[in-house]
């Protein structure tokens, strides 16, 4: 039997086994209504974009590549400093971070558990978050982080669910209030820099776990992918913060993800979308 590094999956997911998505109405809501969970939208993406990435990226490292690709259009974006393409670019980045847990058959509460673990310390003086170094909200960590053993609390499950009803708007604000200042005094690159060099390292993982020798190895690095997803998406919400001078004049991940992809595909117009690995229009030429 030969090892498939990508596939070994915690629930035995193997190749040519399909991810049950038939609970989420695959297919049914093709319409993605303000105000959905973070949850929520990943399943509006999963249907969006399921059969053209199991043509066009098959393994978790096609996707996480398509990632980089999107953190090379955050770079090209700055570089000619237009605010309008950085905000666009980050959606997209934001459908292929939702695209990478699909790949890993992970559900819609995976990225949720995920950022909760890196960067919502929970405790009877925290409970409503703070950052998992210097357990501080507003964080008040230096360039080193500090090492202080910080004890979590068991977070209950009413806080677990307030989180999962949590929109991108909500997640945004939340690491407004625990980086917005620190990142505004450090400025749009090292916002944007961040975030690709978080998407690399997410890549990095995704390399590793394709290269695995044993389950223990892929097991792993799937993790540290889970984990470096996570890293994406709050430095995503960071950027999108710093494009303003405070939460309440910034742009909206939200509103930009639906102006994108809310009544379906921007490329192909379909739902589920039928495009090529890198758009329909380029699909189009190669024939
Ligand atoms: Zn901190
Ligand atoms: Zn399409």
Not at 13 to 19: E, K
Request: hydrophobic fraction near 35%; include cysteine; glycine fraction near 8%.
């Amino acid at each position: 039997m030969v090892f498939f590094p990508h596939m070994a999956h915690k629930d035995g997911l193997r190749p040519g086994d399909s991810f049950a998505p038939e609970e989420w109405n695959y297919h049914e809501s093709t319409e993605l209504p303000p105000n959905s969970s973070l949850g929520e939208v990943f399943k509006f993406a999963h249907g969006l974009t399921k059969e053209r990435n199991e043509r066009r990226f098959p393994t978790p490292l096609h996707r996480t590549s398509h990632l980089v690709d999107g953190g090379g259009e955050v770079l090209d974006a700055l570089r000619v400093e237009n605010k309008e393409i950085l905000r666009k670019v980050g959606a997209k980045v934001a459908m292929r971070i939702f695209n990478v847990l699909q790949g890993l058959g992970e559900r819609d509460t995976a990225l949720i558990d995920a950022v909760i673990e890196k960067y919502y310390f929970y405790s009877a003086d925290t409970p409503e978050g703070g950052c998992c170094y210097c357990g501080e909200k507003p964080c008040v960590c230096g360039l080193d982080k500090p090492k202080k053993e910080l004890v979590r609390a068991d977070m209950p499950q009413e806080v677990r669910e307030k989180l999962a009803s949590w929109t991108f708007t909500d997640w945004q604000r939340y690491f407004d209030e625990l980086y917005g200042a620190n990142n505004r005094a450090r400025g749009l690159t090292l916002t944007a820099d961040r975030l690709t060099s978080e998407i690399i390292e997410a890549n990095t993982a995704s390399l590793r776990m394709s290269t695995a020798i044993s389950p223990e190895h892929v097991d792993a690095q799937r993790k540290a992918l889970l984990l470096e997803l996570a890293d994406s998406f709050a430095w995503l919400a960071g950027l999108y913060n710093v494009l303003g001078t405070s939460f309440e004049n910034a742009p909206k991940l939200d509103d930009e993800f639906i102006a994108i992809y809310g009544n379906g595909c921007p490329n192909c117009k379909k739902f589920p979308c039928v495009c090529g690995a890198f758009g329909y229009v380029a699909d189009r030429k190669q024939k």
